[in-house]
C-alpha cells in the first residue's frame, strides 16, 4: 500500500507560482507512474499531469501546457507540480496519484493523496 501526501498549496495572486510536493510511503515509488488531477467545487474532477516511473515520459492536460511541469525525484519518493502563470481557473483542489502507467484516466490510478487547496485571487 502505497501512501501519499500532498503539500505547498495556498493562496497566490493570479500570475504568480506555487509548487506543489507529493510525498510517498514505503520503498517502491519508482515502480509507478504518477499523476495530478484537480477538482473545483461543483466541477468534475479533471487530469492535469503524469510522469511515468522513470521520468521519462510526461502527459499534460491542454488547459496546464506551457505553465505547469512535473517532475520527480525517485530518491526522494516525491513527485512535484511546478505551477506558473497561475490564473483564478487554476483555482481547485489539487491531488496527486500513483497507478501503473503515464494515463489521464483517473480509474489507471490505485493511490490518492488527500489533497492540497490551491487558491488564486484575480
Known amino acids: 500500500q502505497v501512501q501519499l501526501v500532498e503539500s505547498g498549496g495556498g493562496l497566490v495572486q493570479a500570475g504568480g507560482s506555487l509548487r506543489l510536493s507529493c510525498a510517498a510511503s514505503g520503498r517502491t515509488f519508482s515502480t509507478y507512474a504518477m499523476g495530478w488531477f484537480r477538482q473545483a467545487p461543483g466541477k468534475e474532477r479533471d487530469f492535469v499531469a503524469s510522469?511515468?516511473?522513470?521520468?521519462?515520459?510526461?502527459y499534460y492536460a491542454d488547459s496546464v501546457k506551457g505553465r505547469f511541469t512535473i517532475s520527480r525525484e525517485n530518491a526522494k519518493n516525491t513527485v512535484y507540480l511546478q505551477m506558473n502563470s497561475l490564473q483564478p481557473e487554476d483555482t481547485a483542489v489539487y491531488y496527486c496519484?500513483?497507478?501503473?502507467?503515464?494515463?489521464?484516466?483517473?480509474?489507471?490510478?490505485?493511490?490518492w493523496g488527500q489533497g492540497t487547496q490551491v487558491t488564486v485571487s484575480s
Open positions: 496519484a500513483a497507478g501503473p502507467t503515464v494515463s489521464s484516466f483517473s480509474y489507471l490510478y490505485n493511490y
Open positions: 510522469i511515468s516511473r522513470s521520468g521519462g515520459n510526461t
